[in-house]
């Protein structure tokens, strides 16, 4: 089974602090997915990764950075922290754009509240 | 715009009757479909999926059926139990092979004992 792990299930920051939050995949994915997930917004693309060291922008990568240094593992940069960034963070992966399939599999979620 | 769409926000479905949860997608280059179950508290999980050269497939209790001509997707679960409440998502790939997917808002099934 595709196994996505996230570092904390739940995170209370103040403003103007750096947040990160990190996300491991053990499928030796080539891709990964950093969304965050607000009632009534649906599922939002912040970055992504399609191979080591590098990422491209999603939907809403404003106040937001990530980090790939290895392959299973894609990091969510806050640089400071902001009350409006208070949601569920949700990481995923999937085998490969080249593949036959875009699955993504998702980690439990990150519940972060700023204060 | 691109976008997909779920046609209910919620359903409610007596145990052991079968539900259907629809979704109307607008991207006519998708090829690849999925359905994710979230259950609170949780991240999505993938349940089944479909590409655009099949109009059914079908998983253990549940079906998903794709029309193409009106671009619209369904999810079918058969015999509903209580571990079958949560939200449900589908899912379109934005472009072939691009890797990247949108989703619907999502729609609550709730299932009464």
């Known amino acids: 089974d595709v196994k996505v792990t996230q570092s904390s299930r739940y995170l209370v920051k103040r403003t103007g602090e750096k947040v990160f939050l990190e996300c491991v995949q053990d499928m030796d994915h080539e891709n990964m997915f950093w969304y965050r997930q607000d009632p009534g917004l649906g599922l939002r693309l912040i970055y992504f990764s399609y191979d080591v060291k590098m990422k491209e922008k999603g939907d809403i990568p404003e106040g937001y950075s990530v980090s790939r240094e290895k392959k299973e593992r894609f990091s969510l940069i806050l640089e400071s922290a902001s009350t409006n960034q208070t949601s569920m963070y949700l990481c995923?992966?999937?085998?490969?754009?080249?593949?036959?399939?875009?699955?993504?599999?998702f980690g439990p979620g990150t519940r972060l509240t700023v204060l | 715009g691109e976008s997909v769409g779920l046609h209910l926000p919620t359903l409610s479905v007596q145990e052991g009757d079968n539900s259907i949860i629809n979704c109307a997608y607008s991207n006519s280059a998708s090829d690849y479909f999925i359905w994710y179950k979230q259950e609170s508290g949780k991240g999505p999980q993938f349940i089944i999926d479909i590409r655009s050269n099949m109009d059914k497939r079908q998983g253990q209790r549940v079906t998903v059926l794709l029309n193409k001509t009106v671009k619209h997707l369904s999810l079918q679960i058969a015999a509903t139990q209580p571990g079958d409440s949560a939200v449900y998502f589908c899912a379109e790939n934005r472009a072939p092979n691009t890797g990247k997917l949108i989703f619907g808002q999502g729609t609550t099934l709730q299932v009464k004992p």
């Open positions: 995923a992966s999937s085998p490969s754009t080249s593949g036959a399939t875009d699955t993504q599999y």
